[in-house]
């Protein structure tokens, strides 16, 4: 992501013909007539055979219009799973978690960011079931993005550094509108490098009467698969983590937290040729947030 995730941009890929704005959703009954799931209760070792969610569907989409394959910088040539993207070997889909969540995500998404297997968007949309994916682009926006940022279920915030807003579309915190205190809080995530998610915030009219999020997060990224500058950016994962403990879903923030953990942990097994450790630090984290959420449930 941006917030930044800044890492070094792959091009390895040429540029769709006709838009690249596409919009999934897969609403959160639809996830729980899949796998239903105790109101407050992670469920960590999951049915893996849930349905395709936003950002599969949207990285689908965008293979379709691919006039050439995307080539993953390393292990391009290995065989990866439709699901997690990782190695079968190394197969996460086992162990996605769920966690009902009030708050809903919308990534808006740079054109390749979908097809990188380190994207942690995906780990978003596999936990939240609330999560909306679109491509982004400057010249033309998708209908059914200026429909969910019309929806009165939702009151959306973009979620970007304060320095670049006017200050008073600056929040710190997520207060329910008095107005309409039932309104869900819709976090809108640009998900893509960090030049990338200054163009989406800069050349989107759509987002500009919209409160700005600023996150003044008390530790640095933990993040290990792509490389930044900046020890301020952090991953769209962990802004998604930080937004959630900001609108006081706690348990959902440190189960996406522990999920990140655990992703980062298979990956770079694939990636030295090593074996998974099932009981790795990284897979007792997530173990433990299952046990906080089932003695709070």
């Not at 941006?2 to 959160?28: D, F, M």
């Not at 960011?113 to 679109?134: C, H, Q, R």
């Not at 491509?135 to 550094?161: H, I, K, N, S």
């Not at 097994?269 to 003695?295: G, K, M």
Request: charge should be positive; aromatic fraction near 8%; proline fraction near 9%.
């Amino acid at each position: 992501m941006w917030y930044a995730t800044c890492l070094e941009k792959r091009t390895r890929i040429v540029n769709l013909p006709g838009p690249k704005s596409a919009v999934h959703h897969i609403s959160q009954h639809a996830c729980q007539r899949v796998a239903p799931v105790v109101a407050g209760a992670v469920r960590p070792w999951t049915d893996n055979r849930r349905m395709p969610h936003a950002v599969s569907q949207l990285r689908a989409d965008r293979l379709t219009h691919s006039v050439k394959p995307f080539l993953a910088r390393r292990g391009s040539r290995s065989p990866r799973c439709a699901g997690c993207r990782l190695l079968p070997s190394h197969c996460l889909c086992g162990l996605r978690p769920m966690v009902p969540t009030r708050a809903g995500m919308c990534l808006l998404m740079a054109d390749i960011e979908p097809l990188k297997p380190s994207n942690t968007g995906w780990l978003i949309a596999d936990m939240v079931a609330d999560t909306y994916a679109f491509g982004w682009a400057r010249t033309e926006v998708d209908p059914a993005l200026l429909a969910l940022l019309a929806d009165p279920q939702w009151q959306p915030y973009v979620v970007f550094p304060g320095e670049y807003a006017a200050p008073e579309r600056v929040v710190h915190a997520v207060q329910p509108d008095a107005a309409a205190p039932a309104r869900r809080p819709l976090f809108i995530l640009l998900d893509g490098t960090w030049s990338e998610a200054r163009k989406m915030f800069g050349k989107s009219p759509y987002l500009a009467g919209l409160p700005v999020l600023s996150l003044e997060p008390d530790r640095a990224s933990a993040y290990r698969l792509r490389r930044s500058r900046r020890n301020d950016h952090f991953c769209t994962s962990e802004v998604a983590a930080l937004c959630l403990a900001l609108a006081g879903e706690t348990v959902a923030a440190e189960t996406l937290n522990a999920y990140l953990d655990v992703f980062t942990y298979h990956y770079l097994q694939a990636r030295n040729q090593q074996p998974v450790d099932p009981d790795s630090p990284a897979h007792q984290r997530l173990r433990e947030a299952a046990e906080t959420s089932a003695a709070l449930a």
